[in-house]
T-cell receptor, first 115, second 117 residues
């Protein structure tokens, strides 16, 4: 297992288009998180899955955002009708509920640029 | 009020010197965890060290140690014998609760550390 994998690494899209990102967590990890990081800021929590269940959504996650984790393995984050304000790094992380104190392994992120 | 405050936007340190990165936090939950992450220019967040609110001793991991002062609500990261490869953004983060439920991390704004030869 090589860690948390995110694809694509970079995405440039026109305003109004839909985009989808994928995250493959560490296989033994049952928890998966999405964060958004804008320039000069720390990551902000978006949503969290335990297995296939989406247990928490931040107020940052507008109705244009949807996340799924259909079989409790990989996850997708879709942004519909993208806006320039959506430009950010989208980070995925995974963890194991049996090891809560050892965090959160992050992927390298998907950098989204909306033009 | 911000839950995690990092007051040093940037720091320059000479190689081989020790460096302390400041972090203060705010929570009313008696159970919480504090984390430090390193983010190099590649973007990946690298876990460095963890301190639980009930831990009696300060956490240490190799060259990293966490100076946990619970009464002052501070959790400063100390890097001993800094190396050029330590140059990166450093983020302090907190998880409230015992980790059994929804437990997203709250991050500070980070400190940009530059190690000079």
């Amino acid at each position: 297992d090589t860690g948390v994998s995110q694809n694509p690494r970079h995405k440039i899209t026109k305003r109004g288009q839909n985009v989808t990102f994928r995250c493959d967590p560490i296989s033994e990890h049952n928890r998966l998180y999405w964060y958004r990081q804008t320039l000069g800021q720390g990551p902000e929590f978006l949503t969290y899955f335990q297995n296939e269940a989406q247990l928490e959504k931040s107020r940052l996650l507008s109705d244009r955002f949807s996340a799924e984790r259909p079989k409790g393995s990989f996850s997708t984050l879709e942004i519909q009708r993208t806006e320039q304000g959506d430009s950010a790094m989208y980070l995925c992380a995974s963890s194991s509920s049996s090891l809560p104190n050892y965090g959160y392994t992050f992927g390298s992120g998907t950098r989204l640029t909306v033009v | 009020a911000q839950k995690i405050t990092q007051t040093q936007p940037g720091m320059f340190v000479q190689e081989k010197e020790a460096v302390t990165l400041d972090c203060t936090y705010d929570t009313s939950d008696p159970s919480y965890g504090l984390f430090w992450y390193k983010q190099p220019s590649s973007g990946e967040m690298i876990f460095l060290i963890y301190q639980g609110s009930y831990d009696q001793q300060n956490a240490t991991e190799g060259r990293y140690s966490l100076n946990f002062q619970k009464a002052r609500k501070s959790a400063n990261l100390v890097i001993s014998a800094s190396q050029l490869g330590d140059s990166a953004m450093y983020f302090c983060a907190m998880r409230e609760g015992q980790g059994g439920g929804a437990d997203g991390l709250t991050f500070g704004k980070g400190t940009h550390l530059i190690i000079q030869p």
